[in-house]
């Protein structure tokens, strides 16, 4: 089976962290006037992107669920940034650097004073970035955007850590060894998406791993073209689980469960009460022994599975012609002024 960039995973992920700047503390820049003191305190972080740009802010909340990271980490997927932030670190990731809404929220950012650094292969937001003395992470290209998540996802760890909001040196390698077991494991992966098959999979996570269920929909979306539920609990287990009583045909449950306590015995009751319902969830148990090793494994593996699963379908995988259709026409219609 052809595994596109993912058996380069772990060379990407190495390389993609050496084009992290040493001095980002003490660069200041004057920008409009404003001056950006990237040695200042900071309160929070946000990221900022979209699709399998935008996914890193997940991933990263998922792994400051484990990790006593300092600040708390925003997920931005907009043209705007929120408001009312204070004194945030704003990581603006856009894979071809062309994203309209990165652009806009790096440009914004700025203009209200906040330290940024971009994390792109080139592009405008690179160009954008650059030309005003702001620093800009180059990294490693891949087939698609999605096909580079660790060249995306390493250098955002590395920022955290140079900032002080995590200690992330010493996971680096056990999340590469995570990508290398689940390369071990895509017969699994192939099995796994053979009765995914003329379903609409329900996919099952507790909040813990909120980016790997994320990741999972939108490798579904992307590779296999084939539409998916992610249901997070606590919150899916108050709402989304009522629905199991339907009537709609096609639905699969897939319940993913992390190696800790709380999300196991959850994801058993979960388990336990969808059953009882007549539904027979596919059961996915995440490997590791970091907690970055189990997130790397979990978005590998099931990647994987959606390339197996577009195989099954006769889908071709690395085209996106609809998302390509919708940015060209955002900017043919000047939607955003970038
Ligand atoms: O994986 C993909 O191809 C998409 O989800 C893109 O990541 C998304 O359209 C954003 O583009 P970029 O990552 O280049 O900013």
Redesign the pocket.
């Known amino acids: 089976m052809n595994l596109i960039d993912y058996p380069k995973w772990p060379s990407l992920a190495r390389e993609s962290i050496l084009n992290v700047p040493m001095d980002l503390r003490s660069i200041r820049l004057s920008i409009d006037g404003k001056v950006i003191d990237y040695g200042a305190e900071i309160d929070s972080v946000v990221i900022t992107?979209?699709?399998?740009?935008?996914?890193v802010g997940d991933l990263l909340s998922d792994l400051c669920w484990f990790w006593d990271c300092r600040v708390p980490i925003i997920v931005s997927k907009n043209m705007r940034l929120p408001r009312r932030l204070s004194r945030p670190l704003v990581i603006a990731?856009?894979?071809?650097?062309?994203?309209a809404?990165?652009i806009m929220s790096a440009n914004e950012a700025l203009s209200r004073g906040y330290p940024v650094v971009g994390i792109?292969?080139g592009?405008k937001?690179s160009t954008v970035l650059s030309g005003k003395g702001v620093p800009v992470v180059l990294i490693p290209k891949a087939s698609?955007?999605?096909?580079?998540l660790p060249a995306?996802l390493y250098p955002a760890l590395i920022i955290l850590e140079r900032f002080g909001i995590a200690s992330v040196t010493n996971e680096l390698e056990s999340g590469i060894a995570g990508i290398e077991n689940a390369l071990r494991h895509v017969d699994d992966a192939v099995n796994l998406a053979k009765q995914l098959v003329g379903s609409i999979p329900v996919v099952w996570v507790t909040e813990s791993r909120r980016g790997v269920g994320i990741r999972f929909k939108?490798d579904l979306n992307?590779n296999a073209k084939y539409y998916s539920v992610v249901s997070v609990v606590p919150e899916g287990a108050h709402n989304d689980i009522a629905a199991v009583t339907t009537k709609q045909v096609g639905l699969r449950h897939v319940a993913i469960m992390g190696p800790n306590d709380y999300e196991g015995l959850y994801e058993e009751v979960l388990i336990d009460v969808i059953s009882s319902f007549g539904a027979k969830p596919i059961i996915v148990k995440l490997e590791g022994k970091t907690p970055l090793e189990t997130e790397m494994y979990g978005v590998t593996y099931l990647g994987i599975t959606t390339l197996a699963l577009a195989e099954l379908l006769g889908v071709e995988p690395v085209s996106?012609e609809p998302?390509d259709r919708l940015?060209n026409l955002l900017s043919e219609r000047r939607v955003f002024p970038v």
């Open positions: 992107g979209m699709g399998g740009s935008g996914v990731i856009s894979y071809s650097g062309n994203t809404e990165t792109t292969t592009g937001l698609a955007p999605r096909y580079g995306l939108n992307e996106t998302i940015k």
